[in-house]
């Protein structure tokens, strides 16, 4: 994305067509990363907020990103009409009220729509606090991934043809949630209150974290994979019952780490964890300019590099390879081709083993 045209959507001079095309791509949740730093680089132009306290940026997109899907599902509700006008301001207003009066204005709207329609449709004489009267389902019947952003601040990003049926029941010891078809979760963290999420046959907890799960169309298989965090993955029987209402995560079924993934084959019972097909960085912070620029480096300084930011374990064959040196930039590289360059120039191989990269070969004299 352009963020000349990122530059037109805040000072609102897009006309309808691009206006659409930013919204649809600022919704990916893979995009987060750029419009926050985008955010950060452009505050001081948008905003009078005092430079010398530090940014709630991501709670600031939240809030932005809520009523830019309402715009999405209702475009003719004055919900839209409100934030349309809202970002209709000079470049020094204040940009954080704007956001959050925009996301109230919302909200009220939202609310409204809710209380009509369980007037309608629910006798008061009636109520009960059972779960069925918090239980609310949300489907996905776009082209593109709908972002659902529920009351605890945790953010779905439902993929097309998926639902989320979700409890708005404050006095559960759980956050609890019900996924039919793909998603992605960012959630909120709260230790007091693990975030649960059933799929299929399988239950995924979480404290606050991010992960995939991708259930099978035609079987009861479902694949977890983890992002950031910790994630314990198990069975849904009655044995495994307990480890829903505790406060924290156990090593029983399967405990995810980042980068790691695991499949559950529901013919076989059974899970098989391993490492994603795409590695991320987990650690950034000690990623500085020049971070994987080596000149005569030796393979163990190396792997012990890359085990540290990709947070996935390396093991080298054998002590010869604490000989070999490598000298190349590979700064742009993901990590399997990282290692491909690598072993290629030691003449070595290397195989994923569950969680763990094996280098193998002779090594180096």
């Not at 750029?34 to 948008?46: E, G, I």
């Not at 495994?240 to 505790?246: I, P, T, Y």
Request: glycine share 4%.
């Amino acid at each position: 994305m352009d963020h000349l045209l990122l530059n037109k959507f805040f000072a609102n001079d897009c006309n309808p067509h691009e206006r659409e095309e930013i919204i649809s791509w600022m919704l990916n949740p893979a995009n987060d990363f750029v419009v926050k730093q985008w955010m950060r680089n452009n505050w001081d132009k948008l905003s009078d907020f005092d430079q010398n306290n530090e940014l709630d940026i991501d709670q600031m997109w939240n809030k932005l990103q809520l009523s830019l899907q309402l715009e999405v599902d209702k475009p003719q509700t004055s919900a839209t009409n409100t934030f349309t006008a809202t970002l209709s301001v000079t470049p020094k207003r204040n940009f954080k009220k704007i956001i959050l009066r925009s996301a109230a204005a919302a909200a009220v709207i939202i609310l409204l729509s809710l209380t009509v329609t369980w007037l309608k449709t629910n006798n008061l004489s009636k109520y009960s606090l059972s779960e069925n009267q918090f239980k609310k389902t949300i489907s996905n019947t776009t082209n593109s991934i709908k972002v659902i952003l529920l009351e605890d601040g945790t953010k779905v990003s439902l993929s097309q043809n998926a639902s989320l049926s979700y409890s708005t029941n404050p006095n559960l010891p759980r956050r609890e949630v019900t996924l039919e078809g793909n998603a992605f979760f960012d959630v909120a963290k709260n230790a007091e209150k693990p975030f649960v999420v059933f799929s299929k046959n399988i239950v995924t907890k979480v404290l606050g974290t991010s992960f995939y799960i991708q259930t099978g169309e035609n079987s009861n298989d479902v694949t977890v994979s983890v992002v950031t965090g910790k994630v314990q993955v198990f069975e849904k029987n009655q044995e495994n019952s307990e480890l829903l209402n505790s406060k924290s995560l156990s090593t029983k079924g399967v405990l995810l780490t980042p980068n790691q993934k695991t499949i559950y084959t529901a013919t076989k019972q059974n899970f098989e964890t391993s490492i994603v097909e795409k590695p991320v960085l987990v650690d950034k912070q000690h990623i500085g300019k020049g971070y994987f620029d080596f000149d005569r480096a030796y393979l163990l300084d190396i792997v012990n590099k890359l085990q540290k930011v990709y947070g996935i374990e390396i093991i080298l064959e054998n002590d010869n390879f604490n000989k070999c040196i490598f000298s190349g930039d590979i700064t742009d590289e993901n990590l399997y081709e990282k290692l491909d360059l690598i072993c290629k120039s030691i003449g070595a191989s290397y195989e994923i083993s569950g969680t763990r990269i094996l280098i193998t070969g002779k090594g180096c004299k």
